[in-house]
């Protein structure tokens, strides 16, 4: 009998970009960042003023995040295109968080979004922080419901954040003893 073939998997990982030293990693993430985060069903989400994000503050960002704790995680393909980004923001004093996380429109709903959410907390424990924030759009369904069924909880509200007048939801994930 014919060994049966075997099914295309088409792996993705998440990985760890540090575009202020790797030139290939600025290169690489810059247009799928612009991309990803002015996508309009994104920016709604990922903006306070809903203003696009214009390419040289981006370029700013990414060449400049280390002293400001930003960090870089990406889910790659098997060829290494981006699927989705996360950025997240450490702080000894501060906490860690989740500071933006965004998919590309046509690679939604496939588990991208809730693979780099559990790498975040991967990420914050092995940096020895025992709670991992998030601040997220009140009209956010996605994310929220990314978040409730991951173990965060709702902690407390910013009203008005969005230039629109919505409110967000600040979240935090506790590891450890449940609360
Ligand atoms: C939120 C976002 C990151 C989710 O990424 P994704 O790869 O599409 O999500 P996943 O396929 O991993 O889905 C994980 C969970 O998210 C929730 N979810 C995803 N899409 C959803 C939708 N359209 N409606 C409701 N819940 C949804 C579900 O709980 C889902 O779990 P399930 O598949 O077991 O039901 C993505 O929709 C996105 O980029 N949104 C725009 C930017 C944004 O909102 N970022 C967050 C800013 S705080």
Redesign the pocket.
Known sequence: MPAKPIPDMHPIKVREFVPEDEIEDKSSLLPVFLK?WN?P??L???SQTQIPFASEVVQAWLENHKKQGGRYFCAVDERGNIL?VMVVKESPVEGFE?Y????L?E???????????EHAAIAAQDHGFSDIN????AD???????L??SGYKPVSMEPHKRSDGTDAVRLKKYFGTIR
């Not at 933006?100 to 998919?103: D, E, N, S």
């Not at 690679?107 to 959410?117: A, C, S």
Request: charged share 10%; hydrophobic share 55%; net charge positive.
């Open positions: 990803i996508a069903e994104n709604l989400y990922l989705g989740i933006g996380l965004g998919v429109p690679h939604k709903g496939n588990g991208v979004g809730r693979m780099l959410v998030a601040l997220v759009f956010n369904a996605a994310m929220l419901c990314l409730l069924t």
